[in-house]
């Protein structure tokens, strides 16, 4: 593993860690598909509905399937 990708790696974790979305966001829009990952399970965890919707929105089927579980009746 590169030290570039290594250096991705920790930043996705401190963000996950802390919650921090935006990072996430950043990450995940610069091409990591880890980072995207990571911020549909994040955004789950904190109940950040408009997160999933916008990643939804964006295509994201992964982030629709969790919006659908966390808005069902």
């Not at 990952?37 to 408009?50: F, H, K, N, S, V």
């Amino acid at each position: 593993m590169s030290a570039d990708r290594d250096a991705i790696d920790e930043r996705i974790q401190a963000a996950a860690e802390s919650g921090d979305l935006a990072e996430l966001r950043r990450l995940a829009d610069g091409g990591s598909s880890d980072a995207a990952d990571q911020l549909i399970e994040t955004a789950t965890e904190l109940g950040a509905l408009d997160e999933l919707r916008r990643l939804a929105a964006a295509g994201n089927q992964d982030a629709a399937d969790q919006l659908a579980e966390l808005t069902e009746e």
